[in-house]
């Protein structure tokens, strides 16, 4: 079996849980895995096989650490953010541009903790996907 394989066979991960904090601990090691390339890509490295013995922890999504990704996505939805995310990552995993969507003019927003914007920018994207000007 992998990771998901016993997620699914303990009843599913709660609505907090995070796809991207899973802890398989293992005769004194721990193994950090992120679900999601596996989950919207089905990139199996990222959903190892567990062992007997093993202990798989899921970490909750901190709300103060999440990514929201909407509009002309094909499946809008609200992310863990992980170091060395960036734009083009969050457009794969919401499987990619709609179509009709305007690829010269895509948002990106910060807020800081109290929901204020601290930055706004506009990027573009090549017809392949690619986000031009792609920040972390």
């Not at 096989?49 to 939805?77: E, L, M």
């Not at 709609?98 to 930055?119: F, H, T």
């Given at each position: 079996?992998?990771?998901?394989?016993?997620?699914?066979?303990?009843?599913?991960?709660?609505?907090?849980?995070?796809?991207?904090?899973?802890?398989?601990?293992?005769?004194?090691?721990?193994?950090?895995?992120?679900?999601?390339?596996?989950?919207?890509?089905?990139?199996?490295?990222?959903?190892?096989?567990?062992?007997?013995?093993?202990?798989?922890?899921?970490g909750v999504q901190d709300a103060k650490n999440v990514i929201s990704c909407f509009g002309a996505v094909q499946r809008p939805g609200e992310f863990s953010f992980h170091e060395g995310d960036s734009i083009s990552n969050m457009i794969k995993y919401c499987f990619g541009f709609s179509a009709g969507a305007m690829l010269d003019s895509i948002e990106v927003v910060s807020l800081n903790i109290n929901g204020k914007i601290v930055e706004r920018y506009i990027c573009k994207a090549k017809n392949n996907g690619e986000i031009l000007n792609n920040k972390a």
């Amino acid at each position: 079996f992998r990771v998901s394989d016993i997620i699914d066979l303990s009843g599913g991960a709660s609505t907090k849980a995070s796809k991207r904090s899973v802890t398989i601990f293992r005769k004194g090691n721990e193994i950090l895995i992120d679900l999601l390339p596996f989950y919207t890509n089905g990139d199996f490295n990222s959903n190892p096989y567990v062992r007997g013995g093993d202990v798989i922890r899921i970490g909750v999504q901190d709300a103060k650490n999440v990514i929201s990704c909407f509009g002309a996505v094909q499946r809008p939805g609200e992310f863990s953010f992980h170091e060395g995310d960036s734009i083009s990552n969050m457009i794969k995993y919401c499987f990619g541009f709609s179509a009709g969507a305007m690829l010269d003019s895509i948002e990106v927003v910060s807020l800081n903790i109290n929901g204020k914007i601290v930055e706004r920018y506009i990027c573009k994207a090549k017809n392949n996907g690619e986000i031009l000007n792609n920040k972390a």
